[in-house]
């Protein structure tokens, strides 16, 4: 669903384990590396959508995991202008989303990243919640710090502020100064 700004509806998704390290995604072909994440349908909720991806992009059904928390709001980020489709109708300039914080409920075997036709990941790895920030693509980053910000305080042994080293000193400044998305929306369920 893309809304008449442009942007297409998103979800995006932080798998946490009892440690609080988080799940991080190989894409399939190429050396980049995310979250889960992926579009709402018209005909479905944020939740819902949250975890048909969940499933089709890491084989985890609902009870393996506990919902923790999810941004108010929608996150946003624009797509660079040489990856807008402007053929196609229509045009798609970058994606809100809504992010939700998921506790893993159960163990690793649960993980199946060939349950969809076309999986999403060809590897995954468990990852210190705040180190992933450096490998975020550049157009992106702003919008996994922002989702890490407002869901860290609900992960237990984690920071709730990036560390000094995450992000460059300015575009964490920009953020900050800008607002930050609070966790617990009623309309992400």
């Known amino acids: 669903m893309i809304d008449?700004?442009?942007?297409?509806?998103?979800?995006?998704?932080?798998?946490?384990?009892?440690?609080?390290?988080?799940?991080?995604?190989?894409?399939?072909?190429?050396?980049?590396?995310?979250?889960?994440?992926?579009?709402?349908?018209?005909?479905?909720?944020?939740?819902?959508?949250?975890?048909?991806?969940?499933?089709?992009?890491?084989?985890?059904l609902p009870e393996h995991v506990s919902v923790a928390a999810w941004t108010r709001g929608w996150l946003r980020y624009r797509l660079p202008r040489n990856m807008v489709r402007r053929h196609m109708q229509p045009v798609c300039i970058g994606q809100k989303q809504k992010w939700f914080l998921l506790r893993l409920r159960t163990d690793e075997s649960a993980f199946d990243l060939n349950a969809s036709p076309k999986p999403e990941f060809d590897g995954w790895e468990w990852r210190p919640f705040w180190s992933i920030l450096p490998e975020v693509i550049y157009f992106k980053r702003t919008v996994y710090f922002q989702a890490l910000h407002a869901l860290a305080p609900f992960v237990e042994g984690v920071p709730a502020d990036c560390p000094d080293d995450c992000l460059p000193e300015q575009l964490e400044r920009r953020i900050r100064q800008g607002g930050l998305i609070e966790a617990g929306d009623r309309d992400a369920r």
Not at 25 to 51: C, T
Not at 53 to 59: M, S
Request: net charge positive; hydrophobic share 30%; with cysteine.
């Open 4 to 60: 008449r700004s442009g942007f297409r509806s998103n979800v995006g998704i932080i798998v946490c384990n009892q440690r609080g390290e988080v799940f991080w995604g190989k894409r399939v072909g190429h050396r980049s590396w995310q979250f889960p994440q992926g579009g709402i349908n018209a005909d479905e909720r944020p939740l819902e959508a949250m975890y048909r991806e969940l499933h089709e992009e890491t084989g985890l």
